[in-house]
T-cell receptor, first 114, second 115 residues
Framework: NAGVTQTPKFQVLKTGQSMTLQCAQDMNHEYMSWYRQDPGMGLRLIHYSVGAGITDQGEVPNGYNVSRSTTEDFPLRLLSAAPSQTSVYFC?????????????FGEGSRLTVL | AQTVTQSQPEMSVQEAETVTLSCTYDTSENNYYLFWYKQPPSRQMILVIRQEAYKQQNATENRFSVNFQKAAKSFSLKISDSQLGDTAMYFCAFIPDNAGNMLTFGGGTRLMVKP
């Protein structure tokens, strides 16, 4: 079972560059989300989607865009990277929007912006 | 808005002993869910245990159990018979009943199990 797959696992960018973090899940989950993890701050929600064609902002959405054209994929785009976006990014998915008790996480993508 | 606080940035425990990780939260909601997630050095987040606020009985999963005190808004995790594989970051997380799956996480506690 692949579960939630994130690519790339590591990336170094220069300030102002753009990139896309890819996230794919093969569990037919309706709900997908992106979190960023920073030391001492836990994980903070960036954007989420409750189904194909539907996205919404989380706690820290500025500087990030998302789209959900298919159930399987939920890419996160940085249009103009800033050093403040240096972080570890996690994609997560779950079945439906009701609380099932478990989010399934990808392995994370470490992004460094110089 | 909900907040989750983990007041212990780092803890250590000897192998085979018991350790308790603390978590407090702030909410005006009456129905909600609480979780403990484990993040080993591999970075993969793994659900350890969950508790529904409407259940009075504390959740238990093998060596892991919680002490849920709803009035005090406290949700501690007890790890019994600690094993080297328990070394990880542990995150407490909260979600109201009507918030889909948008978790609010605490800042984490780094647990080191020593041989």
């Amino acid at each position: 079972n692949a579960g939630v797959t994130q690519t790339p696992k590591f990336q170094v960018l220069k300030t102002g560059q753009s990139m896309t973090l890819q996230c794919a899940q093969d569990m037919n989950h309706e709900y997908m989300s992106w979190y960023r993890q920073d030391p001492g701050m836990g994980l903070r929600l960036i954007h989420y989607s409750v189904g194909a064609g539907i996205t919404d902002q989380g706690e820290v959405p500025n500087g990030y865009n998302v789209s959900r054209s298919t159930t399987e994929d939920f890419p996160l785009r940085l249009l103009s990277a800033a050093p403040s976006q240096t972080s570890v990014y996690f994609c997560a998915s779950s079945h439906g929007t009701s609380v099932t008790g478990e989010l399934f996480f990808g392995e994370g993508s470490r992004l460094t912006v110089l | 808005a909900q907040t989750v606080t983990q007041s212990q940035p780092e803890m250590s425990v000897q192998e085979a002993e018991t350790v308790t990780l603390s978590c407090t939260y702030d909410t005006s909601e009456n129905n909600y869910y609480l979780f403990w997630y484990k993040q080993p050095p591999s970075r993969q987040m793994i659900l350890v245990i969950r508790q529904e606020a409407y259940k009075q009985q504390n959740a238990t999963e093998n060596r892991f159990s919680v002490n849920f005190q709803k009035a005090a808004k406290s949700f501690s995790l007890k790890i019994s018979d600690s094993q080297l594989g328990d070394t990880a970051m542990y995150f407490c997380a909260f979600i109201p009943d009507n918030a889909g799956n948008m978790l609010t996480f605490g800042g984490g506690t780094r647990l080191m199990v020593k041989p």
